[in-house]
């Protein structure tokens, strides 16, 4: 899904590149209400996960390949705000050093793969939450159904902007029915892992995961006196 | 355990190229590729000498070609991408050893294949040229907001200590009899992902922890002597 | 006589996971003093090690090093006087070399150049790992990385030094250098043991932890040798050997030569602790 | 005789960085014996116990389980006989719960349901962990993780049972349980130790490994009392212990009652290793 250069147009790529920008503009201000001094290392892990799970690739027909996201994931975890920071964090890195992802297509894959994946999952996530009840049990596979939905919708948008922009001359209703069908797939994997490693978290460090805070009761602590 | 072991795509050394500002490597990359996406694609000539000056720039950084070439392999399901254009796309056809293929096609393919190659070359000399926390330094000096920095910084740390983990789990599933190889155990290795996923959170919080504890406060002391040449 | 250099009262602390591990402890270490810290695996030793330095922040009680409470305000200088050797020493190690292990801490305290680097030797060579200094610490053994957790805190050359089973996975010799330093250095230690002969060789005062409440406060020797409490916090002298043949001279930290701390030996410290031998349940 | 369990003949081995850590180690066990193998800090101990079961390969030389070479071949069925209690326990836990970390072993054995429960749960009582089975593991304090580690192997229920310091930090009554433990289990024990007295209580042999050769072989009680074998590799006893006073019955392994691994006492592993005093050539 990372796009390379010279693959959208100018103008497309400029575009793209201020939304991006727009949006991490954003997501700086709002995650200050996110974080704390403990919050910011694990958005740190957070990003080094989404980078493990990108590095996984799907070998999806004619040769190509596609690879999990994990904008949802961060987006449960750490807020939806500093999931957007840490996709991105990823990307910049994956273009800079990995040459996955070019420099110039810097803004369409922070579009892509961190705004679309991110605030399509959280929305589902706090949609899913808003209907059933509130109770840690449905944090994962909320998480899991969230993820799922977000990349076939960063698919299409993908194929959206390649008919807008795009630089090889192929039909865009090809493109697009190709892309739904691999990620449709990829989604499944994206689901699997996403509501692995939330319910993991969920079962020993509610805590963590941002998404199930409201459900966490603050405890009492017992004092003892000794010979008891 | 820290950020600062190099990486993978590292490859040491002491050239001009190794000890430019990572600043100014970066801003130098960012305008070539921008010079190159924007350079119209029947232009054969400039992207020759495009590509002769990232293998210049290569050679001047004594990094071995041919490792360079070896990491190039992620941009392989993109070449196939490209390779397939001329066959999918529209417009008029034309014949090339034996094949139809069509004609806008094949000139979009080789633009493709050209900037996207010379993009991938040109990023891959910045990261074997630099180590990981100079890029740090560099985006910090280029005005990067500090937070994003933060959390790169982070994840390059947890990189490590999630690897680290991952070779540890490995080696004890060994140990007691299970070859994380074979499919048969993927289950159990999927559902250690989220073990692994806490236990390097906390490794990594710990560390963290240690670091304060020892008078951290965000940024890295430079410490002198020895740690120039490892 | 002076605030104690730790002083921790009523302190309770459950970890996020709802597990709660300290039950209200209170202890009190005055200036120069060397306490040894006793009680069962799980008993809540590091739990309480870690609210030294604000590592953890107490869920209810307080903790006090010099007078200055460990909260966010002061927590820069509580780290700078109490220095914590971790239990796991792949927790504290974490930079690309030993030396730049080493000097992380004191340059962080603004330490630089040619003292710096006397200060990262000084460290490495008083536990043997002079000749590691360009290695990277992940590739040591573990005792070896023991010991340069050890350095990386003696080269911030705290007023207090906490030490949680430092002796653990270190050969037999270097225990004894370990020893040695600590009783040549100028500070206040705090040391986490399972080690009961260490703990009566090193420490003229020894309190015992257990189940998250400290159930007995007093001389080394007193406590080893209470085989009711002993028996009721998993401890046990170890084979062969037995303080009673070395007489209650022993555990006075001084090696051979018998010296009590006037302020300790014997002292109970506070109410509800143990008072005397047998009287436990 | 009949093969030993463990045959190592001229084992070498450098690290990737470079760094050579064996120099030629030969060291035979026979079944039923319990070696302990001792030595300073980045002898090689870890090293050599990682050869064992295929974990690193053999640079030169060669080790065989039983008869059957460490090699690719035959490596599940040496990983089935050989249990290892690493020396980090954060290295041997990895999965969710205590349970299933300790289930995990016989598990891949192709133990199943009630049996496999039985195994689990006699496992965790052995080391006295029980009530802690449905916890993450990374959530307990370091001894318990230590206790964990040692029942995750016991479950596998091995032949041979190879522990690198098994003892350290474990409270003192865990470790003499460990102790009690392994005395009563019918296995071939190599155990990894600093803790001297320990050494001798549990094991009639000893071998020392140092700057990553073998430089002495044979009783415990002999190798403990041979001063200058001791201060030239960083052994020493501890504050107030020494076998002599206890004589030389000890060190049968046997608790009280004397014994002596007929193929064992005083028997010496290869020339060129430590001669002189004490009779150990
Ligand atoms: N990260 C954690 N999360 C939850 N519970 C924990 C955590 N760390 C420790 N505990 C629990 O808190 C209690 C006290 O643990 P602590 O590590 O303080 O024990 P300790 O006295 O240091 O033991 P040891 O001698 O084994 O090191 C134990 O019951 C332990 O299981
Ligand atoms: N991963 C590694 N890479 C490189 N060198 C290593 C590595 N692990 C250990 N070494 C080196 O190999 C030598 C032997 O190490 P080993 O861990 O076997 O020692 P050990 O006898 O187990 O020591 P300890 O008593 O401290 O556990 C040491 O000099 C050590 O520095
Ligand atoms: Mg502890
Ligand atoms: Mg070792």
Redesign the interface.
């Known amino acids: 899904m990372h796009v390379?250069?010279?693959?959208l147009d100018?103008p497309t790529s400029v575009a793209t590149g201020v939304v991006a920008a727009a949006a991490?503009g954003v997501a700086?201000r709002r995650?200050r209400t996110e974080?704390d001094d403990?919050t910011?290392?694990?958005?740190?892990?957070v990003?080094?996960?989404v980078?493990?799970a990108q590095m996984i690739?799907f070998p999806v027909g004619?040769?190509?390949?596609g690879h999990l996201m994990g904008g949802a994931l961060a987006a449960v975890l750490v807020g939806p705000w500093t999931g957007l920071?840490?996709v991105?964090?990823?990307l910049?890195?994956q273009?800079?050093?990995?040459?996955?992802g070019?420099?110039?297509a810097l803004g369409t894959n922070v579009v892509l793969i961190g705004v679309v994946t991110a605030l399509v999952g959280y929305v589902v996530f706090r949609a899913l939450q808003a209907v059933l009840p509130h109770r840690l049990g449905t944090v994962a596979p909320t998480a899991a159904v969230a993820a799922f939905v977000s990349v076939p919708v960063a698919a299409a948008v993908f194929s959206l902007l390649f008919a807008i922009g795009g630089?090889?001359?192929?039909?865009a209703g090809?493109v697009l029915t190709a892309m739904l069908g691999w990620h449709v797939l990829i989604g499944i994997g994206e689901a699997?892992?996403t509501g692995?490693?939330v319910?993991?978290?969920v079962?020993?460090?509610p805590?963590?995961v941002r998404g199930a805070r409201p459900l966490v009761a603050a405890?009492e602590?017992?004092?003892?006196?000794?010979?008891a | 355990m820290g950020a600062a072991h190099g990486h993978r795509l590292h490859h040491h050394g002491h050239s001009a190229v190794h000890r430019a500002p990572a600043h100014l490597k970066i801003l130098v990359l960012v305008g070539f590729v921008l010079l190159v996406v924007a350079t119209p694609r029947e232009w054969y000539a400039v992207f020759a000498a495009y590509a002769a000056v990232v293998v210049g720039t290569v050679l001047v950084a004594r990094v071995p070609l041919g490792w360079v070439l070896r990491r190039m392999v992620v941009e392989v399901p993109f070449l196939v991408f490209a390779a397939l254009v001329p066959f999918v796309a529209e417009g008029p056809r034309t014949e090339v050893l034996g094949l139809t293929v069509s004609e806008p096609g094949l000139v979009a393919a080789w633009g493709l294949a050209v900037k996207g190659t010379i993009g991938v070359m040109a990023s891959l000399t910045l990261a074997a040229t630099t180590e990981p926390t100079d890029v740090l330094v560099g985006l910090r000096r280029l005005r990067m907001p500090p937070l994003l920095v933060e959390i790169m910084s982070f994840m390059l740390r947890y990189l490590d200590v999630v690897t680290a983990d991952l070779g540890r789990t490995l080696t004890a599933m060994r140990s007691r009899g299970c070859e994380p190889r074979s499919p048969r155990h993927w289950p159990v290795l999927a559902r250690s992902l989220g073990a692994l996923f806490i236990r390097s959170y906390e490794r990594g919080e710990r560390v963290h922890l240690a670091m304060l504890s020892r008078g951290y406060t965000g940024t890295l002391p430079t410490t002198t002597g020895g740690h120039e040449h490892r | 006589m002076s605030a104690p250099v730790l002083d921790v009262r009523g302190l309770a602390y459950a970890y996020p996971d709802g597990h709660q591990a300290l039950f209200g402890v209170d202890l009190h270490v005055h200036r120069g003093e060397r306490v040894a810290l006793l009680g069962p695996n799980g008993a809540g030793k590091t739990t309480l090690v870690l609210h030294l330095n604000g590592i953890l922040t107490a869920g209810a009680g307080s903790v006090a090093v010099s007078g200055l409470p460990v909260e966010k305000k002061h927590i820069q200088e509580v780290r700078r006087r109490v220095g914590i050797v971790f239990q796991d020493p792949d927790d504290q190690l974490f930079m690309g070399t030993v030396r730049q292990d080493v000097a992380f801490g004191p340059a962080n305290l603004g330490v630089r150049g040619a003292e710096l680097d006397r200060r990262v030797m000084a460290a490495l060579e008083q536990v043997g790992m002079a000749e590691h200094v360009d290695r990277p610490p992940h590739h040591l053994s573990f005792g070896q990385r023991r010991r340069v957790a050890v350095a990386t805190v003696l080269a911030m050359e705290p007023e207090v030094l906490v030490l949680d089973e430092p002796s653990s996975n270190l050969d037999p010799t270097s225990r004894r250098e370990l020893a040695d330093i600590l009783r040549a250095l100028d500070v206040t230690v705090l040391m986490v043991t399972h080690d009961l002969p260490y703990a009566l060789e090193l420490c003229p005062r020894a309190v015992v932890l257990s189940g998250g409440t400290v159930v007995a406060d007093g001389s080394t020797y007193d406590v080893l040798t209470d085989d009711a409490l002993m028996r009721a916090h998993r401890l046990e002298l170890p084979f062969g050997f037995d303080p009673r043949t070395l007489g209650p001279g022993v555990g006075t930290g001084q090696g051979t030569a018998p010296r009590r701390t006037p302020d300790t030996g014997g002292s109970v410290a506070s109410p509800g602790t143990h008072t005397n031998p047998g009287d436990l349940t």
């Open positions: 390379p250069d010279g693959f100018a991490v700086l995650a974080l403990r910011a290392p694990m958005a740190g892990l990003a080094a996960f980078f493990a690739n004619a040769g190509t390949s920071l840490c991105s964090v990823v910049v890195v273009a800079l050093f990995m040459a996955d070019g420099i110039t630089t090889a001359p192929v039909d090809k699997v892992v692995l490693v319910g993991a978290v079962a020993v460090r805590d963590l405890r602590l017992e004092i003892r006196t000794v010979a």
